[in-house]
């Protein structure tokens, strides 16, 4: 276990990031067509193809999903991971021709300091394509893929990865882009809202603070007076279980717990908070309903420990006024 989404069989991550953009791509390359669905509890949410995740729609599996910078130009990214699945001779058959399915949300990075400047025509198409091209078991996180240019409320965001296994031997793991409109951390110190769910030192170890302050439940808000549309958390859980498109709605339904317990707030009318769920069916394990709820409690866990990853894992961008990363700000005090 390498404490990634890609313990799971059969997934492969890759990430595209231009620095000078400030932003980029992270595409989850299924090796199969995989079952999956979505819950979108923000209110402004940024995304394409997700209709058809729903259960009652006619398409049963999904080639790749997608998490992409670049607020609504990122949608393009979606279509260059879908021309390099098609260079691959993937896709969903309609008689001669076949059609990659990969459905993808963005974040709004636009206002980082990168240059954004980029002519006629945006690069996430070719971010996309980067991002599919390169997809490994192995992939960086942090200030990385679509969460190179993400900033939290107060801190650097970035992307993060976890994974867990089940009591019957079921992996579970999350993959996520941490742009959020609140905070991961505790008022004004280093401690992570997820701490309870930490394994392995894997943000720090630090645990939660040794006296808690009421005060540190004031919301730390970006443009607190007057929030601006600048914030989603999107992000990928996944197991090897075998379900229908139901059970992973309810899977993605049950994930978005672990943004509540990481981020302080979360699912706001200014956020586009999304979790896709997908199920490989690669175990060789038959899914009970006992299963079915551990898999659901385990994928809020890892969504939990990988948002704070994510932050702690990020590097700040070089940008005047760019917000400090977690390692700047507090490792220097904690020796």
Not at 123 to 136: K, N, Q
Not at 174 to 187: F, W
Not at 272 to 289: K, N
Request: proline content about 5%.
């Amino acid at each position: 276990m390498n404490n990634l989404i890609t313990d799971i069989s059969g997934l492969r991550v890759g990430n595209a990031q231009d620095a000078g953009l400030a932003s980029g791509v992270t595409a989850l390359i299924f090796d199969a067509p995989a079952t999956a669905s979505i819950a979108i509890h923000g209110g402004a949410p940024g995304v394409r193809d997700t209709a058809l995740l729903e259960p009652e729609m006619s398409v049963e599996k999904i080639d790749a999903l997608v998490l992409s910078g670049g607020s609504a130009f990122g949608l393009d990214a979606m279509g260059g991971v879908q021309g390099w699945l098609r260079e691959q001779g993937r896709g969903f058959v309609v008689g001669p021709a076949r059609v990659p399915i990969v459905p993808g949300a963005i974040v709004f990075d636009l206002n980082n300091g990168g240059d954004k400047r980029w002519g006629r025509m945006p690069p996430y198409w070719d971010l996309g394509y980067e991002a599919a091209r390169s997809a490994a078991i192995g992939f960086q996180l942090g200030t990385a893929g679509a969460g190179f240019g993400a900033i939290s409320a107060t801190l650097k965001g970035g992307l993060g990865s976890a994974s867990a296994q089940t009591q019957n031997g079921f992996t579970v793991g999350a993959l996520v882009a941490v742009n959020a409109i609140g905070s991961a951390t505790i008022g004004d110190g280093p401690h992570f809202w997820a701490a309870p769910y930490e394994r392995d030192a894997e943000f720090g170890g630090l645990g939660l603070p040794a006296h808690f302050d009421t005060n540190s439940l004031k919301l730390a808000v970006k443009g607190a007076a007057q929030p601006a549309n600048e914030n989603t958390t999107i992000a990928i859980v996944a197991t090897d279980a075998a379900m229908t498109k139901a059970q992973a709605k309810r899977l993605a339904i049950m994930a978005h717990d672990g943004m509540s317990r990481a981020l302080r707030p979360s699912h706001a009318a200014f956020d586009g908070d999304i979790v896709f769920a997908a199920a490989t069916g690669g175990a060789t394990m038959t899914l009970g309903s006992a299963d079915h709820v551990e898999i659901g409690a385990l994928a809020a866990d890892c969504l939990a420990r990988a948002i704070g990853r994510a932050i702690y894992l990020a590097k700040g961008l070089p940008f005047p006024g760019a917000l400090p990363d977690w390692k700047s700000k507090f490792q220097r005090n904690l020796g």
